[in-house]
């Protein structure tokens, strides 16, 4: 078997909200962040993306933070920072 589902590339149509209420705390779960958002570099969807996935995504534990795949050269270390950040703010256990 296995215990943990990586990559979960949300261009795929793979969304952890969604598999996490399917699963909760079957499987863990890893990434999903979607780097298309984090590539066009607009703070409020940033937002929206990671603390709306990561709120879901840690309850019961079994997540782990970060991207949907690969982090592309597209994405500015500051919008990553911010994601890093929030993700640390919203999603402790």
Do not use: W
């Amino acid at each position: 078997g296995f215990d943990c589902i990586q990559p979960l590339e949300a261009r795929a149509g793979n969304d952890v909200r969604k598999l996490k209420k399917e699963y909760g705390s079957d499987i863990a779960f890893f990434g999903n962040i979607n780097m298309d958002v984090l590539a066009r570099g607009i703070a409020r969807e940033i937002e929206a993306e990671v603390v709306s996935k990561v709120m879901v995504a840690k309850e019961g534990g079994g997540y782990i933070f970060h991207s949907d795949h690969s982090v592309p050269p597209t994405v500015s270390f500051e919008s990553y920072r911010l994601a890093v950040d929030l993700a640390r703010k919203h999603g402790g256990y």
